[in-house]
């Protein structure tokens, strides 16, 4: 057993030095993680910790999947990611790659997200080592979390093949150390259109794929509104509805050119009881409709193609769930929370795996400038990892 009040100074001062350790390697998405996974593993090795390396497609990039205690199905899995969004247009105080101490707090990219609740359970390994653990604790490190949480699908179409299936799982994602429950989903689409060109003074002898875009802008937006109208029946979200955002259009190359080719991204955030595709179906339908009313005249016809990116599913509640109760029994909560953000969590709930979010430090300091996660957090979060060990112990 691991008793829950014990000095946990050395602990945290090792979960402060694992974090310096981990934010020096830059990883943002679009490059490589293997330096740090290189890193990690030299860890487990030391401790003599079993793991599995899980490289992408690719060979550029890699999960590890670490187990402590018995190596069997069950117990509970510890998910975090490696990657961190960039730091280039951003203004820091500092070396966004040097951890830095100032009154309470600690900076560095990927401080708070999440590599504070790496650093956590890579410290921790040492006690959980010392547990005597009777169900296992088990470490994903995943990548790509930060472009379409890819990172950890293929390691968990192994569970229960090759590799132990957890009982329940926590996604470490900034909570402040609350429990929640439930997310939206997310996913990105990029829209093309391509129209024909013509002197803009007899506009009627070409297509502006600008003006068809706008059309199929406006009409995402008339969804968002209705969606608005519908709102968050549950009561819990913030904002309370689905939501669509545009946030990049290119198109035309001259002010006086009817222009070939409009792009678009835009994003789709559904409540968790809302299919996903529901964007893309109106979407769908505009275009088809708009397409249609251009086919008669070879000059304004358009041809418009959407791509989706990698569905983020969401978190959907379960109440009294092996991972809710666990979780707010080791946090010492009576409720649990939504977050606005999407995570890896929705993805192990869809392999049948009960999921909650619990992980130290804010949100509202992710991915800006000067990033910091509160030492207190961070001692919070030894707290919690030693409730977990006395558990399964």
């Known amino acids: 057993m691991v008793p829950d009040r014990i000095d946990s100074t050395e602990r945290l ?3 402060l030095e694992m974090l310096a350790r981990l934010v020096s390697f830059d990883t943002e998405s679009a490059k490589s993680n293997l330096p740090l996974v290189d890193d990690v593993e030299t860890y487990f090795r030391a401790h003599g910790v079993d793991y599995v390396k899980v490289p992408n497609a690719t060979g550029d990039k890699a999960a590890l999947f670490a187990t402590i205690g018995p190596k069997i199905d069950g117990g509970v ?4 990611h490696t990657d961190v969004v960039p730091v280039a247009g951003q203004t820091w105080t500092s070396d966004p790659f040097k951890l830095r101490r100032e009154d309470g707090r600690v900076y560095a990219r990927g401080a708070c997200d999440m590599k504070g609740f790496d650093a956590l359970c890579l410290a ?6 010392s547990a005597d653990l009777k169900r296992p604790i088990h470490i994903l490190l995943s990548y ?6 890819r990172g950890s699908l293929d390691t968990i179409a192994r569970f229960g093949h090759d590799l132990p299936r957890p009982a329940s799982v926590i996604v470490g994602e900034p909570s402040l150390m609350q429990v929640a429950d439930a997310h939206k ?6 829209t093309n259109v391509c129209g024909h060109e013509a002197h803009s003074s007899k506009p009627y002898l070409g297509s502006s794929a600008i003006e068809v875009a706008c059309a199929l802008i406006g009409e995402l937006y008339r969804l968002a509104d209705d969606l608005k109208t519908a709102g968050d029946p549950s009561g819990r979200f913030d904002p309370p509805c689905s939501t669509i955002h545009v946030g990049i259009i290119r198109g035309g190359t001259a002010r006086n050119i009817l222009a070939r080719e409009c792009v678009f991204e835009w994003e789709f955030r559904g409540l968790p009881n809302v299919d996903y595709n529901l964007a893309l179906a109106h979407m769908n339908a505009q275009i088809a409709r708009i397409v249609a009313e251009k086919a008669a005249d070879p000059a304004k016809r358009a041809r418009v193609d959407t791509a989706a990116h990698h569905p983020v599913p969401g978190l959907n509640p379960e109440p009294g769930s092996l991972a809710e109760n ?8 009576n409720a649990t929370i939504t977050v606005s953000y999407a995570s890896e969590a929705g993805q192990f709930q869809a392999a049948g795996i009960p999921t909650i979010i619990c992980g130290p430090g804010s949100i509202d300091q992710a991915h800006q400038p000067d990033e910091y996660i509160e030492i207190d957090q961070l001692a919070a979060g030894v707290t919690f990892m030693r409730r977990l060990a006395a558990e399964l112990s």
């Open 185 to 190: 989903s997310i996913t990105t689409y990029r």
């Open 124 to 129: 921790m390994v040492p006690e959980f080592l």
């Open 144 to 149: 790509d979390e930060e472009i379409g949480c």
């Open 13 to 15: 001062a090792a979960t």
């Open 77 to 80: 899995l510890l998910s975090g």
């Open 326 to 333: 666990l979780g707010l029994k080791l946090a010492r909560r």
